[in-house]
């Protein structure tokens, strides 16, 4: 194992993460609140650790190997959500390191859920803070550097394949930086479109940045108790739905959209019509339900089932109605949303919707072969011919998901959590969802309630959801240990 280079990686890492931590600083300054001091330590602190890191990795070659590269993407995001505490609890804002740990990787792997009960009592910059590990988690904490500075994360490519999400990998460039640069153009593009729509349409500049943040990462922090329903703004709510809705389609598919005017590969791509077409159904079901049992209004009713619907698939979290007081048979299909979410190559976390037509895919193909047995049935997703050592992958990967959700549903229940929230808090942590559904802790409270050791499984199950299981398991394993 080459320590000494992820030594060095993590070491520039934690350099990026001091100079996140600045801009939060800049707007401690500027409203004169008492988190100044919080973040001028919490710097300090973390470019001491960084220079630590640095210096042993100072001789350190590049070669990175397959092995170092799940190590260092697994100790990446632990580390960023190690440090991404000291702001919360050298201010005193949250005191307790369980609690705090939970908050920082909520914030990085965009979950979105959170154990503080009240967030407008906090200062600016703890809540831009919040807002901006969401974005930097979005598109992923590496992908993010080897766009910024490819020097720094050697062997990038093998980092970047033990990062991203979705089982199928397409690339824009020969060069993997020039793609990270192309993507996260588009990303920071949507994100300034997004904060001066919410502008226009009535927030404040500082609230609008911060929600623009985390609706392009699909990550679900708010600025206020009531998330986007604070703002009582019908507009608001339609801009935030647009936003989601794009941020859970592939960015490549947005770039060459975009940049390249292939507006045609977009529509056909059967990814993006099966993720629009679940939306539509999942839509109107939940309106019908609720003009019928709620007594909604029209509009309202579209309003409220649309922007959930898009919230739960995307893996945002944002809420603009109290899901908790709709009728249960709709908890059954926002559920369903948690499970699947957005498409692959997004920044929504769940199973993805490439995942979803490959299994219907495989489905339809197994009927087909039972009629003739000597078939030869390809699996095509658009222009893509699917091996069969993907299609292993896919239902390795559907099994470890749901072996997941079993055990850790199981072990909740078993402490004294009740059914439905052990099994929709299972589901959210691992699809990167956030709110939940249930009676002890509805989709707009806290998690502040929970055992210690259920957060603890929480958080494992965010990483784990973030970086796509197989990332973090892997290194659990005996062989991944042995020599070569």
């Given amino acids: 194992m080459n320590t000494k280079l992820i030594c060095k990686i993590l070491g520039s890492l934690l350099f990026l993460e001091s100079l996140f931590m600045i801009f939060c600083l800049v707007i401690s ?45 697994t100790l990446a995001w632990s580390v960023f959500s190690l440090f991404g505490t000291l702001p919360y609890m050298i201010g005193g804002y949250i005191t307790d390191f369980t609690n705090a740990y939970f908050e920082s990787m909520s914030g990085f792997t965009t979950t979105g859920c959170t154990i503080l009960d009240d967030v407008e009592c906090l200062p600016h910059g703890i809540l831009f803070w919040r807002s901006l590990s969401q974005w930097i988690g979005g598109l992923g904490i590496v992908f993010f550097t080897i766009a910024v500075l490819p020097s720094m994360v050697g062997g990038s490519v093998k980092v970047f394949s033990a990062e991203a999400t979705g089982p199928i990998k397409t690339k824009l460039h020969p060069r993997l930086s020039n793609s990270a640069k192309s993507i996260w153009t588009i990303f920071l593009v949507l994100t300034i479109l997004c904060g001066v729509s919410f ?61 390249r005017g292939k507006v045609g590969n977009l529509l056909r791509n059967p990814e993006v019509r099966f993720y629009v077409l679940i939306i539509f159904l999942f839509s109107v079901f939940i309106m019908v339900e609720l003009i019928i049992r709620n007594d909604y209004g029209y509009e309202r009713a579209f309003r409220c089932a ?23 048979v709709t908890w059954v299909v926002l559920a369903v949303c948690m499970f699947m979410g957005g498409c692959a190559g997004s920044t929504s976390g769940g199973f993805k919707s490439i995942r979803c037509v490959m299994l219907l895919k495989i489905v339809r193909n197994e009927f087909v072969h039972m009629l003739h047995p000597r078939a030869v049935l390809p699996l095509r997703i658009g222009d893509n011919n699917v091996p069969n050592d993907k299609r292993v992958t896919l239902l390795a990967f559907l099994t470890i998901y749901c072996i997941m959700c079993i055990v850790c549903a199981f072990t909740m229940i078993a402490a004294g959590v009740d059914n439905t929230n052990a099994i929709t808090i299972t589901i959210s942590t691992l699809s990167n969802v956030g709110p939940t559904l249930g009676v002890e802790i509805g989709p707009t409270m806290s998690w502040d309630h929970l055992p210690d050791f259920a957060k603890w499984i929480c958080s494992f199950l965010m990483l784990m959801g973030r970086l796509e299981i197989f990332s973090v398991l892997i290194i659990f394993t005996p062989s991944f240990w042995k020599d070569r």
């Fill in 29 to 73: 300054i500027r409203y004169h609140e008492d988190d100044l001091f919080a973040f001028l330590v919490s710097i300090l602190i973390t470019q001491g650790f960084a220079f630590i890191f640095r210096y042993i990795g100072r001789n350190a070659d590049n070669s990175l190997g397959r092995r170092e590269s799940f190590l260092v993407v």
């Fill in 199 to 259: 502008y226009a349409l009535g927030m404040d500049v500082f609230d609008s940045v911060c929600h623009a943040m985390t609706t392009l990462a699909t990550g679900g922090f708010s600025t206020h108790n009531d998330s986007i329903e604070f703002f009582n703004s019908p507009a608001i709510e339609y801009a935030s739905t647009f936003f989601c809705f794009l941020s859970g389609i592939n960015f490549i598919l947005l770039y060459n959209m975009v940049i």
């Fill in 306 to 328: 649309v922007y959930q619907v898009v919230s739960f698939i995307t893996t945002t979290g944002l809420f603009n109605d109290d899901a908790g007081q709709w009728p249960h």
